[in-house]
């Protein structure tokens, strides 16, 4: 690795931990250079232009995240059992400003904006993957598709805390986790 390479990886964490602080109100490129503990012009020296900043800074705050699920066992389970255990990781405390970040990004990709769109694609596909590579489902039963309900059902529940209804989510998930044919 260069010296330019560790301050690039250097101002990628400091600026994921600015957004997660932030959220994308401070993704423009003096709050995100001063973060950095460098001038906007070398933010650019560093990276090609903002749209790299960004999507850089979110997937390293994407890596964390995965880091933190590593925990999670990487023996396939039923869809029924990897939700609840999934919404217990991502309910701590400690991953509040991801989510929070996530539907921030979320929100942008559905309004269209760019990079948002591109950022969450890459970002979803990826989680996508991890849920996916982690599903233990009968035969004939698509694995993908199972994965992306999984998915949605965790994003809505990380939806409804947001807004105010983590009750309410938490019992939605005792829903989710009843035996088949309830």
């Given at each position: ?24 109100a ?21 990276f090609d ?17 995965q ?34 970040l ?15 769109v ?65």
């Amino acid at each position: 690795m260069t010296i330019r390479d560790d301050r690039r990886a250097a101002a990628l964490d400091r600026m994921a931990d600015h957004l997660l602080a932030e959220g994308l109100a401070g993704a423009s490129l003096r709050p995100l250079a001063k973060a950095a503990g460098i001038s906007d012009r070398m933010l650019l020296y560093y990276f090609d232009d903002k749209e790299e900043v960004l999507s850089l800074t979110l997937m390293t705050i994407a890596g964390r995240l995965q880091g933190d699920l590593a925990a999670v066992s990487a023996e396939p389970v039923p869809p029924r059992a990897l939700a609840p255990v999934l919404w217990g990781v991502l309910q701590s405390p400690a991953m509040q400003p991801v989510m929070a970040l996530w539907l921030e990004v979320a929100a942008a990709a559905a309004r269209g904006q760019e990079p948002y769109v591109r950022i969450g694609t890459q970002i979803g596909e990826g989680f996508l993957d991890w849920v996916e590579a982690r599903l233990a489902v009968a035969p004939g039963v698509d694995r993908r598709a199972t994965a992306a309900l999984i998915l949605g059902v965790i994003d809505g529940l990380v939806m409804m805390g947001g807004v105010g209804q983590a009750a309410l989510a938490e019992r939605a998930l005792a829903v989710w986790d009843l035996p088949s044919g309830v």
